[in-house]
């Protein structure tokens, strides 16, 4: 089975989505999400001036192989744009294979090992009252386990709180010629957020699980100091609560407190992991398929991960498209490693283009039945809504210098 055509689509149906369509000489197309956030024609063109014509004439079957090809075969390995290039073929082959063979891809993956995906729901607002009604609402939705972002006193709105009106406001990337800017600071957010927990523990009681996305803008000595203030509220994690690079800042976070700790987002393999992982400086690891090099890349992670009882929690953002959040849930519901998804609900505008064989229901997905992933993607539809430049927001300390956002 030979692929005869990869084309590369972007499309904003509300917000941009890079997509993959694989085409075999049998007939079958297979679709694989490339979105960078923020960056998202660099891996367009790196996709269809470098990739495309390689993979035209290969064999559509041999996914570890061609793997290897655009990994090693380009000398220059790793970084995001490669590896969410990398991961779009990856995954659009998976689909492909599970297609040929008439099973949904977790069935190729091993089958299942668990009955269900749980998954965790945003909840943000300006203070803690607005705050506590997301939080509600995702209650009631079914979530058992919810993020909690919050607007810090004489602080901007910040990460995880503004964004376009009319669209979710945890929307981060916002369209326009240039980036919006934010401004923070350290101070204020760790004296703020303990009364935080300490409000929504109160009116929501011990059972719900609370996680809280410090967006890498911590020192690792304030870390530990938010991370041991927050332990008399039991949270499920603190996530990036520093900067990812340097991996040995998490000793001195681990030092200090027992609030499991979770990261990766921002990392695209396997080796981004050597230290945290061996030296069990996490709890979760955070890697998205669309963002470590597809179903093989994240596999690989997980594997390692397993290993030091370390477990998924798969990035699920919007910028994930509903083919790279499909690919996640046919991994969650197979590896044994799974701990547990994100789910940033997609606006509605998304589905027009992406036909998605999942389903969610109170707080829990399920990945379908469909053969192979079980995404069609809709081109005339996508064709409706163009490309539209749009940035993740720049983030500054009080006196203007540029900071972590
Ligand atoms: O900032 O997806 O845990 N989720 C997050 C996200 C990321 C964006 C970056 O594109 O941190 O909101
Ligand atoms: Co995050």
Redesign the pocket.
Known sequence: MNIVSAEVVVCSPGRNFVTLLVTTDDGLVGVGDATLNGRELAVASYLQDHIAPLLVGRDAQAIEGTWQYFYRGAYWRRGPVTMAAIAAVDVALWDIKAQAAGMPLYQLLGGRSRETIRAYGHAHGRDIAELADSVRERKEQGFDAVRVQVGIPGNDPGYGISGTPGKPRYEPAIAGPRPTEERWDAGSYLRFIPKVFENIRQEFGDELDLLH?V?HRLTPIEAARLGKSLEPYHPFWL??VTVAENQQSMRTVREHTTVPLAMG?TYNSLVDYLQLIPEQLIDYV?SAVTHSGGVTGLRRILDFAAVYQIRSAA?GPTDISPIGLAASLHIDVSHHAFGIQEYMQHEETVFDVFDVGYSFDRGAFQPGERAGLGVVFDQSAAAKHPYKQAYLPVNRLRDGTVHDW
């Open positions: 996305d967006h996530e990036d987002e955070r990035h």
